[in-house]
């Protein structure tokens, strides 16, 4: 890689240097690690990576795009102290950067493992798996609450919390059909002995009520202090129903081979309860084996005519469900996409009051040709637009922010918009705009079914997060002197919709109930915190870095909120805190020029400025020595961890973690 500036040249050889001492560190403790732990690569062998045998020229043309999809950061996530591998677009490489900064900016150890919940994955490798103190006998006496042991609830409990799902994920994700799922539910009492016959089907649908239903309640524990209101145990509402879900899996082994429609219903809501549950790549692994299974189907394709028409909407809403699950996912953990436009000729769904009251008939119409599925139909026009912005975004050129170049942002998300209809969005007070950034009061419209006013919410928080994650590239933590305004301008605009979304998840936490227990609208909130401490690290003279400031605050708050009812939330809580005073500190010490001086440092910047394989090796220039230097991922201390994962823009979890990682003191190989 040439450089073509002097300060470039000087960032490399530090790069260089660094790296030396990195190897011969690795070299050190691969002498000492233990034969069966598998090492996770750090980048190719260069023999293989400078592509031996192909021509300068043919470098020169992948450059660019191999350089936007190698950028991202190792960390580990879970119980075990494997890595895995997260791109730009995640909140992990995001808060990988902040770190960074702040490593320098305070002159201490890094802080990453410290800026990570805990979530049930750190405590579990598996939603089904014994905790460790439980094989410990550390945990004495059996538990009469039948929704976290392994015992299996009666009909009447069962029939709870499925009514749950008709005004919760049913909205969402409309990959049932309602009165052929309650046929087929009463079909399964039908037996001598009065108990259920399995079926994956009902068992998961069971295992996501129960994880949403339980978290909704508030956590025996919201009065101890927030250390301990941030311990996560096998009890946490994030994991409730594990017991049908295990049972869910043992039973869909054996349509593995031959699957059927309710297979791949199976694998969609799988996905979604591990993505609430914090299992983050669990998530990932079974949206991949949905996706394979929707091909052996032949979703992709159009259905043919011949089909009777609720059977032909059927299967398109699935197909669409699982692209929008998939889009979701992918852009959030920033890994490639799995679906590709090009590979199918399915059409997207019907919302019409013929299929919509056949499908879902406790469902009353809107008016406006408007239905309960108008709102599905706009959610995978939102992803499909969402998706294209970010292609444009990561396939495009290095500089499309510092160019001011938001184009491809702004044009996909305003046509999408101008097509809403008003009967799905939530009116403001004082003459506000939906969807937009002005932070107006909501218009909540008291009398309207639960399920509307949920689809209002839900949309609205969408399109902020995805914005978020979009504009996010733009934000650089380089001295004022050397920021390009236009990119500044775009780092702004991810603010000015963090702050909606915080203030409208404030809102209605405070007043309504209608997102208690939505683990994915936790998820959202905790991407647009971190969000936002980063960009008022970065942009501390900023004209709208006060209210950014105080919006932190809010979001504070909301976390609060949510972690009276499960850990993760209340850990989020506490980590957001604490990085609000070390905030305020380096705000009074840049605006009164004090120590650190941080208009003149140049940190991890945007991936423009710093490669990603600087960020993957843990190369940041201008860092201390090398037993002070930043290592986002070998600093995972029990408090670290886990959540992130749950920045799923997708469903629900982004949420949470909980494990014990600490001792860890190798490097960025295990």
């Not at 450059?63 to 999809?69: C, I, Q, T």
């Not at 950034?437 to 909501?442: P, Q, V």
Request: proline share 5%; net charge negative; charged share 20%.
């Amino acid at each position: 890689m040439k450089a073509a500036t002097l300060p470039h040249a000087y960032r490399q050889i530090e790069r260089l240097e660094q790296r030396i001492e990195e190897l011969e560190q690795e070299k050190r403790r691969d002498a000492e690690r233990p034969v069966h732990q598998l090492q996770t690569p750090i980048s190719l062998p260069r023999s293989l990576s400078d592509g031996q045998g192909s021509s300068t020229s043919e470098q020169d043309l992948a450059g660019s795009r191999l350089k936007r999809v190698g950028d991202g950061i190792y960390v580990s996530t879970a119980r075990s102290p494997q890595k895995t591998w997260y791109g730009s677009s995640s909140l992990f490489y995001f808060i990988g950067r902040i770190d960074a900064f702040l490593t320098v900016a305070l002159q201490q150890s890094p802080l990453a493992g410290r800026m990570l919940p805990d979530s049930a994955s750190n405590l579990l490798d598996g939603p089904t798996t014994v905790a460790a103190e439980d094989q410990a006998g550390q945990l004495t006496g059996p538990t009469d609450d039948s929704s976290t042991i392994g015992e299996y609830l009666t009909s009447t409990q069962e029939e709870y919390f499925l009514s749950l799902f008709w005004q919760s994920y049913y909205i969402s994700y409309p990959i049932l059909d309602e009165r052929e799922f309650k046929k087929y539910y009463r079909s399964l009492w039908e037996t001598p002995d009065g108990k259920r016959k399995p079926s994956a089907l009902a068992d998961i649908v069971i295992a996501v009520c129960m994880q949403y239903g339980m978290a909704r309640l508030p956590s025996v524990e919201r009065g101890l202090n927030a250390t301990s209101r941030a311990n996560v145990s096998n009890t946490d509402a994030t994991i409730a129903g594990r017991w049908y879900y295990r049972r869910c899996q043992t039973l869909l082994s054996a349509e593995l081979e031959s699957p059927i429609i309710s297979t791949l219903q199976c694998h969609i809501l799988c996905s979604i309860y591990l993505c609430c549950a914090s299992f983050q790549n669990m998530a990932d692994s079974t949206c991949s084996l949905a996706v394979r299974t929707a091909y052996m189907l032949g979703l992709h394709l159009e259905p043919p005519q011949s089909m009777p028409r609720r059977e032909r909407e059927t299967r398109k809403r699935l197909w669409w469900t699982l692209y929008v699950l998939e889009t979701k996912m992918s852009m959030k953990l920033g890994r490639p996409f799995l679906l590709h436009d090009y590979s199918t000729t399915c059409s997207l769904p019907a919302d019409d009051r013929e299929i919509a009251m056949l499908v879902g008939p406790s469902f009353a119409p809107l008016g406006e040709n408007v239905t309960w599925l108008t709102w599905n139909l706009h959610k995978i026009k939102l992803l499909l637009a969402a998706r294209t912005a970010y292609t444009t975004i990561y396939d495009g050129a290095p500089d499309i922010f510092n160019a001011g170049n938001c184009q491809a942002i702004t044009e996909q998300l305003e046509d999408w918009l101008k097509d809403v209809p008003g009967a799905i969005k939530t009116q403001r007070r004082h003459n506000g705009v939906s969807f937009s950034t002005d932070r107006s009061a909501l218009q909540i419209e008291q009398f309207a079914p639960l399920w509307l006013q949920r689809q209002r919410l839900l949309l609205e928080l969408m399109y902020h997060n995805l914005c978020i994650n979009l504009y996010r590239p733009s934000v650089s933590f380089t001295s004022a002197k050397v920021q390009a305004p236009l990119a500044d301008g775009m780092a702004m605009k991810c603010a000015s919709h963090a702050m909606a979304l915080t203030h409208m998840m404030h809102q209605v936490l405070n007043s309504t109930s209608i997102l208690a227990g939505c683990l994915e609208a936790f998820q959202w909130q905790w991407n647009a915190a971190m969000t936002l401490v980063g960009i008022v690290l970065a942009y501390p003279h900023d004209d709208s870095t006060g209210a950014a400031r105080s919006t932190i605050d809010l979001s504070v708050a909301v976390l609060e909120n949510f972690g009276n009812n499960f850990a993760v939330a209340a850990g989020a809580a506490n980590i957001v805190g604490e990085l609000r005073a070390k905030v305020d500190v380096l705000m009074e010490k840049s605006q009164g020029k004090e120590g650190v001086g941080l208009e003149k440092m140049q940190l991890v910047t945007s991936y423009q400025e710093v490669d990603g394989e600087s960020l993957m090796d843990s190369n940041f220039p201008a860092l201390p020595p090398m037993d002070e230097a930043f290592d986002f991922f070998n600093v995972i201390a029990p408090e670290s961890r886990g959540m992130l994962a749950q920045s799923i823009d997708i469903l629900a979890t982004d949420m949470y973690d909980d494990f014990d990682l600490s001792g860890m003191k190798d490097g960025y190989l295990n």
